[in-house]
């Protein structure tokens, strides 16, 4: 760049010289060339160049405006230019000076500049020792391009002078004043600009040289500056100059406000900074400990007693010894003091001693819930061993130590039932049983792998994951850890839950778990971890091996009614605010609750039932009535028990008897209709399992004129489907045996339907009810209505044994049946059945498919 570079500042962007030129800066109405600019005047005066010549040489300029009545040096240094200054010197020293449309292009032609500009005088020029020409040039006047009359070796054009159009008014004064005045602010706000450029404004009384000299001096693009030229009117230049000047000066105060701010805090961080050193010197002066050093030193006693292995108490003084040389105001301060505060608060030696006595601990799970007896044995059968280790380590010598699988001391058990049969609160009653606490967590509806593991530390608010925050709430580090509702923990882009409770969850690798957040590892072993789910095929395969499974079946109907009897109801009694001595419920009633009013295999729906009694029979007790007396205002005058107490009564008790169920909870939800649906031939009753336990489901066929046809509905799945294919095949190649007509498919459609067609259905179970169903019809013979079936059917006529004996077997008791079919190969899984079941049902065992149709259908 030239010399002239370092010159007052541009005006906006780069400051121009002709499209062959280096950049120079405009210093309008600056006072080193303020000389010039009275000498160039008085030339013009002089020598009489007011007139401006009808053809003038054209100099384009590159990201620069020259206005009238201004003046500004420009450096030229290409050969094409040099020619052109060279020859108006020789002559009148009269240019033209007009902007280039494209600051970027090199050689601009007359297409490529704009056709406004300014006659211009040449008043002095000097050469530079590297060849450029430096010239000072006086903006003379306006003038517009008719026509270009040469382009080679400089651009030449015919020109006429635009003068400017001024009015002297009111609003003209009113608009210097504010401009001189948005001026005098843009210079204070600006430190380059002189002040002297306020006071030469001031003395200006000409608008159009106010409205130029201004103009030469503001940061404004090309096009807006041009535009300025281009305004015939001043009013309308000083108008658009206001608009300028003022989108500039908010610029301006804006920076000025954020650079003030900014100072500002700086100046209060110093000042926080200086302070606190004076603060240490004066504390050391007195022989005081300032707050880090004494948070240091409590923070390094708490290492010192938290019983850490040697891994994380290295690293925890490592941390410390980061944190003894930072300033408290530094931003990673806070986050190493954070880290050590997780790692001291968790109980790296902290335990709750176990109740090893066996007798005590069957006695609280009893109390707490009834049956249950595989899982309540499991417990015991941990007690025991745990109690014979404490025992005989004491006694014998100790074993050598098997290097390659570590003595496990915790446990990890998987709940898998259905719904309200006590999966939760069994893990409550057990670390009451084993006086362990409790702490739960759910993970249904899971999907970060960083809510296992925890998030590492390079991020803002980085947090250890549930695992470690639960041991720290609960202070042990042998809790009885609940993971509820496994069957549902889900998977996304952030991860996959599932694969990072494996080693949670793993005895062989817990001794070690390493959270992302705290990175060093945390003893897993000695917790009781206990998971819950309602299906075990949602589990992956991976994580369901390394837990050992305990299924907890639905409960038959005496076992629902004990669970009321010694549970249920004493609880609702006490969470509704009545006495024992209030309310009474029969066996009867009980029963009506569980057969009319829920269909279930746990008791959550009963027990909501029975509590919505107690609060009708609360809500008379509150309001003073005799419960048994009428309150409706139809017959006689309620007597007030509050009046009978007064005279030494006895309180009424309310006796909810089986005839005062439905005045309680309405009409009958569920109805058993298998007599009725079963009457009529092509109907049979099958047995199927849910996540929710057993159930009953009828499959209804019937038959009409057609052709081979054979329809599905009920939303019925691929492999139901597949069964009703075989179920259908078969009994066509058995026509003639069974005692059909061979060529009944000949002539006739098929409808097979499974009611409660809104909710999805699937497996190959109810294959031998779909041929008992397809044989009644054929053959009209009715269904037995108090039989039910399950069993998978093969084409040669084979009964395969199917899943879930236990809740098809309670299922079809609790609905009434009588009898069951089925497969021989499932005679095993009768042993998990309650033997009153037993007892009470009638049990057929079939390998074949005849055998079904010998037992289902009735002798008509």
């Not at 009694?613 to 609360?618: F, G, L, N, Q």
Request: one cysteine or more; glycine letters at 6%.
């Amino acid at each position: 760049m030239p010399s002239s570079e370092k010159q007052n500042p541009p005006k906006s962007g780069e400051q121009g010289s002709d499209s062959l030129t280096d950049v120079a800066p405009k210093t309008a109405l600056v006072p080193s060339v303020q000389e010039d600019k009275e000498l160039a005047s008085k030339r013009v005066a002089d020598e009489g160049l007011a007139d401006i010549p009808s053809e003038l040489a054209i100099l384009p300029l590159r990201s620069v405006v020259v206005y009238p009545l201004t003046a500004l040096p420009l450096t030229v240094g290409r050969p094409r230019s040099i020619r052109l200054v060279d020859d108006a010197v020789l002559g009148k020293r009269m240019i033209g000076l007009v902007a280039a449309k494209d600051p970027e292009k090199e050689n601009p032609g007359p297409d490529d500049v704009y056709r406004v500009g300014t006659a211009a005088l040449v008043h002095r020029l000097r050469k530079a020792p590297d060849g450029t020409i430096i010239l000072l040039v006086q903006g003379l006047e306006r003038i517009k391009i008719r026509e270009f009359t040469q382009s080679e070796p400089y651009l030449k054009a015919e020109v006429e002078v635009a003068p400017d159009l001024v009015e002297e008014t009111v609003e003209m004064e009113a608009l210097m004043r504010n401009i001189v005045e948005l001026f005098r602010r843009l210079v204070s706000l600006v430190p380059h600009i002189p002040d002297e450029l306020i006071m030469l404004a001031l003395n200006v009384d000409d608008p159009r040289q106010l409205a130029y000299a201004i103009a030469t001096y503001m940061r404004m693009d090309l096009d807006d500056a041009q535009d300025i030229l281009e305004t015939d009117e001043v009013k309308e230049k000083l108008h658009k100059l206001t608009i300028t000047l003022n989108r500039e000066l908010e610029v301006l105060e804006l920076g000025k406000k954020i650079q003030t701010e900014a100072q500002t805090e700086m100046t209060k961080v110093q000042r926080e900074y200086f302070l606190r050193e004076q603060l240490k010197a004066i504390k050391k002066e007195l022989g005081e400990e300032d707050e880090q050093t004494m948070e240091v030193e409590e923070l390094r006693q708490k290492i010192e007693v938290a019983g850490m292995p040697e891994e994380a108490e290295k690293e925890a003084k490592r941390e410390l010894d980061r944190l003894s040389k930072l300033p408290t105001a530094a931003a990673e301060y806070s986050v190493i003091r954070t880290y050590l505060d997780w790692l001291v608060n968790l109980p790296w030696s902290k335990s709750t001693e176990d109740n090893l006595d066996i007798a005590r601990a069957r006695q609280v799970l009893d109390e707490d819930h009834y049956d249950l007896d595989d899982i309540k044995e499991r417990i015991l059968e941990y007690l025991a061993v745990r109690r014979l280790r404490l025992e005989r380590k004491t006694e014998e010598e100790e074993e050598p130590a098997d290097y390659i699988r570590r003595e496990r001391e915790g446990v990890i058990l998987c709940f898998i039932g259905p719904p309200g049969t006590g999966k939760t609160s069994l893990g409550r009653s057990i670390a009451r049983a084993l006086g362990r606490k409790f702490v739960r967590q759910s993970l249904g509806g899971m999907r970060d792998e960083a809510e296992i593991r925890g998030h590492r530390r390079t991020y803002i608010g980085a947090l250890p994951g549930r695992i470690i925050q639960a041991l720290r709430r609960v202070e042990s580090k042998n809790p009885v850890f609940m993971l509820d509702e496994i069957d549902k923990v889900g998977q996304d882009w952030r991860g996959d839950p599932s694969s990072a409770l494996l080693e949670v969850l793993d005895a062989e690798q817990n001794r070690d778990f390493r959270d992302h957040y705290l990175d060093v590892p945390f003893d897993l072993s000695q917790v009781m971890f206990i998971t819950t789910g309602n299906v075990l095929y949602t589990i992956p395969p991976a994580l369901r091996d390394r837990m050992e499974i305990l299924r907890l079946s639905g409960y038959t109907e005496e076992e629902k009614i004990k669970i009321a009897q010694q549970y249920l109801i004493p609880r609702q009694i006490r969470e509704n605010s009545l006495r024992p001595e209030e309310i009474e419920f029969s066996e009867g009633a009980i029963r009506k609750v569980i057969r009319d009013y829920t269909r279930e295999a746990g008791v959550r729906n009963m027990e909501r039932e029975l509590g919505s009694i107690c609060r009708k029979v609360a809500t008379k007790v509150a309001e003073g009535l005799r419960p048994e007396a009428p309150h409706d205002g139809s017959t006689g005058s309620p007597q007030r028990l509050d009046e009978e107490l007064a005279e030494g009564q006895e309180g009424i008790k309310t006796l909810i008897s089986e005839e005062k169920v439905a005045e309680f909870l309405g009409k009958p939800k569920y109805f058993f209709e298998a007599a009725e649906r079963t009457e009529i031939p092509g109907v049979a009753t099958g047995l199927s399992w849910t996540a929710t336990g057993g159930d009953i489901l009828f499959i209804e066929a019937t038959k009409m004129p057609g052709s081979k046809g054979f329809t599905l509905t009920g939303q019925l799945g691929d492999v139901m489907k597949e069964s009703a294919q075989a179920a259908l095949s078969y009994v066509r190649s058995k026509a003639e045996e069974l005692g059909i007509n061979g060529d009944f498919f000949e002539e006739t459609d098929i409808h097979l339907h499974v009611p409660a067609g809104s909710i999805p259905k699937d497996g190959p179970s109810a294959g031998v009810t779909m041929a008992t169903a397809l044989v009644s019809l054929l053959l009209e013979k009715p269904v037995r209505s108090d039989v039910g079936m399950t069993g998978e059917i093969t084409l040669r006529g084979q009964v395969l044994p199917v899943g879930g004996i236990k809740e098809k077997v309670l299922a079809a008791h609790r609905v009434g049946l009588k009898t069951v079919i089925l497969p021989q190969r499932n005679e095993p899984d009768l042993d998990d059945v309650p033997e009153e079941v037993k007892e009470e049902m009638k049990f057929i065992l079939a390998d074949q498919v005849d055998q079904v149709f010998a037992a289902a259908l009735a002798d008509q």
